[in-house]
């Protein structure tokens, strides 16, 4: 599928955690693996989206922040700069929790909306970093960014936007806890915990 490709942001700072997310374990695999694992079941077309230097070992195009030390926006919109693809695939290092089935849902619901961004909704919030953007989102990211504006929901505002809602999610057989992110050795814990329920 040459329009879809998949960006895991890795780029994250990892400052609660004390070392870097990307290369904690879950079960019998890291968090980036695991991340790449799940991007590709929708598309041979994975990328990283971090420091070229810390992910050399993997054979992945890696992509770098065109506007530096700016969080999840940052690295959003250095992916759609990049990308070729009309769709793509956001997915944070951090939640391990995200399946295959799910990201082939999201992915399907984006088909069909034709939105410019289809995020999930859950726990009384947007997910914008498990969410699938349109290369055009670029142009709204890069101006936010310009402007010294960080935040990413405040976008979704008079752009195309296909909220999934959490009833939704339910009805699809997905549970709000597929979002939970990992931030503190406590997360890592229960996320370790909960994989292992999974399985």
Do not use: W
Not at 141 to 146: K, M, T, V
Not at 147 to 176: C, H, M, W, Y
Request: glycine content about 10%.
């Amino acid at each position: 599928m040459s329009d879809l490709s998949a960006f895991v942001l890795a780029g994250g700072k990892s400052t609660r955690m004390g070392q870097d997310k990307a290369f904690l374990r879950v079960g019998n695999e890291s968090l980036l693996n695991c991340a790449l694992r799940v991007a590709g079941t929708v598309t041979e077309n994975v990328c990283i989206v971090g420091a070229q230097d810390k992910f050399n070992g993997f054979d992945r195009v890696v992509v770098e922040d065109l506007f530096p030390d700016r969080g999840p926006l940052g690295g959003i919109h250095a992916a759609l700069c990049s990308t070729t693809s009309e769709l793509n695939l956001v997915l944070a290092v951090d939640m391990p929790l995200v399946n295959g089935d799910f990201v082939r849902f999201l992915v399907n619901q984006s088909r069909e909306s034709g939105a410019t961004v289809t995020v999930p909704a859950a726990g009384g919030g947007l997910q914008p970093l498990c969410a699938v953007y349109r290369k055009e989102f670029a142009d709204r990211a890069g101006e936010s960014l310009r402007a010294g504006r960080n935040k990413i929901d405040p976008l979704f505002t008079n752009t195309k936007t296909r909220i999934v809602t959490e009833d939704e999610l339910t009805q699809a057989g997905f549970s709000a806890e597929i979002f939970r992110n990992v931030n503190t050795p406590e997360d890592l814990e229960l996320a370790k915990r909960v994989a292992s329920d999974l399985i």
